[in-house]
């Protein structure tokens, strides 16, 4: 029904940057707040961004001043602009997503990508 597509993570060396794109497709009724989290192996996934359906944005404090989520409602699409890379920053991203899926009925629903790879060393 709703699928979130994730691109961009990779290899980049420390005080590099990168930028990690997820678009939401299928039986889209509206997106409320969109999100990217992390996870390291071993431990728990941590919320990183969040961006509001009104433009509302919230960071861990380790990647402020770093890090910009931003949405393009039109295309359904949340971006994460990562500057200052730091090796600690090396982990699986995932983009979410709390969605109202219109299908024979509506309902609201949270939704996830696949998940991408970034990964900072020289």
């Known amino acids: 029904q709703v699928q979130l597509v994730e691109s961009g993570g990779g290899l980049v060396q420390p005080g590099g940057s990168l930028r990690l794109s997820c678009a939401a497709s299928?039986?889209?009724?509206?997106?409320?707040?969109m999100a990217w989290y992390r996870q390291l192996p071993g431990k728990e996934r941590e919320l990183v961004a969040v961006?509001?359906?009104?433009?509302?944005?919230k960071y861990v404090d380790s990647v402020k001043g770093r890090f910009t989520i931003s949405r393009d409602n039109a295309e359904n699409t949340v971006y994460l602009q990562m500057n200052s890379l730091e090796p600690e920053d090396t982990a699986v991203y995932y983009c979410?997503?709390?969605?109202?899926?219109?299908?024979?009925?509506?309902?609201?629903?949270?939704?996830w990508g696949q998940g991408t790879q970034v990964t900072v060393s020289s």
């Open positions: 979410q997503a709390n969605i109202e899926v219109s299908v024979l009925v509506h309902y609201t629903a949270s939704f």
């Open positions: 299928g039986s889209i009724f509206s997106i409320k707040h």
């Open positions: 961006i509001t359906s009104t433009g509302t944005l």
